[in-house]
């Protein structure tokens, strides 16, 4: 988890939008010592929804901060999109799957989209 | 206890709200179809990626590749983008199928997991983070089933055992294995739900194998939450109760707490699909605005 890169990125833009580690904390409904602990990458896993409420205060990307935290990861090379199959558009109760299984997941919810809509 | 999750208090705060939008609160059973379009969601009714005519269309590599993964793995799935719930229609337990669809309003409705679909097509998520995006939505489908502490409010007008469950799994609307977990971890005494695997493991003495453990705050705070791959008789006195249920009434048994203190205990044992139901309790005075006591009978 490259936590060093999320920390950093966390103080540069709270800095650049002027506010204290209080002022920050209080809109993100956080502690500003855990803002801190975030800041100074003390935080082994941050939350996704603490991350979430810092997006939206801070104004950056979320997705940026969930793959500064390590939570979202690039998909094995050899298997990209080939039929637009986007891992994220989709959401699973199941058992847990490899990478491999989730990835022809994907593929096959991709295409029964594009079935169904040729078929519509 | 109830799930130890960060985000505990955003998602209680999330599903109260959805309740609310949905005019579902106090409303019994819980009206899951008016959650799910709340959440301006559908549940697929005709075709969906689970049905065998899908199947036998889709290309040959992608048919091998889903056999691998074998059926019964996967029990539902949310497509964000067609807004749509598919549930796998194998599962024909009413509220199973309640509760897996709202795990999937569960993805939807919290917005750090909902946002994520407009992510990069070149980007997944790390596995701890979908074990933990599987545990919140696991959550937010108990907290919308149950109302938040509006259940345990019900729940508290019954004398403790395993015939309280089963009247408000009726009630509810939810499965046995979902409300008895809800019931143990949200009860006020000390109380403990315990899943076995539905055959004995070993005789003599006898032992079954764990699936999962549910208990309540004060259960934690008396005897710990250590439990065994493997529980038997001599050491869990209470699993006598599963061939004996008068044992587990009015047969002396007592379990040990943190002090080592023989505390006594009663326990009621039920056969169902999942495995052995047992739950135990330390028994205490209990003050009912309107007491059910409802006695158990045979396997669910």
Redesign the interface.
Known sequence: MDTEKLGDRLRQVRKMRGWSLREAAEKANISPAYLQKLEQDRVR?P??????ALAEQLKVP??EL??LA??????DGRS??PL??????????????T?E??E??A???A???S??GSRA | MLDDL??GK?IARLSEELLSRADAAGRWPTPVDDLVAASKLEVAEE?S?FSIS?LK???KH?KK??A??GSG??????????RTVHVDPGIDNAGRRAF?QL??VG??L????A????????????????????RE?NQTAAELLFQGARFAAMASEYETGLGAVADLKKRTGASLRATLRRYAEGHAGAVCAIYLMPSPCRAEPTAYRRREVSQSAAWSRRFGSAWPYVLDEAAFPFIAAIADPAIGQDGGLTWPDLDSEPIPMKAEAIKTSFGVALLVWVPRREVFRRKRRLVVAGSV
């Open positions: 896993s939350s996704p929804n603490v991350l979430y979320y997705s969930m793959k390590g939570y979202v990861v690039p998909r990209r999109k637009g199959d986007n891992m994220l558009a989709h959401a699973l109760s199941s058992e847990d799957l990478r299984e989730a022809e997941l593929k096959y919810l295409w029964f989209r079935d169904k | 960060n985000s955003d075709e990626p899908v269309r889709a290309p992608l590749a889903l691998a993964i793995r996967i029990r539902a799935i949310l497509d964000r983008r067609e897996l795990h999937e993805h939807d919290l917005p750090w997991q946002e994520l679909a407009y992510a990069d097509n070149d980007s997944t998520l790390s596995p701890s983070t979908n074990r933990l995006f599987e939505a």
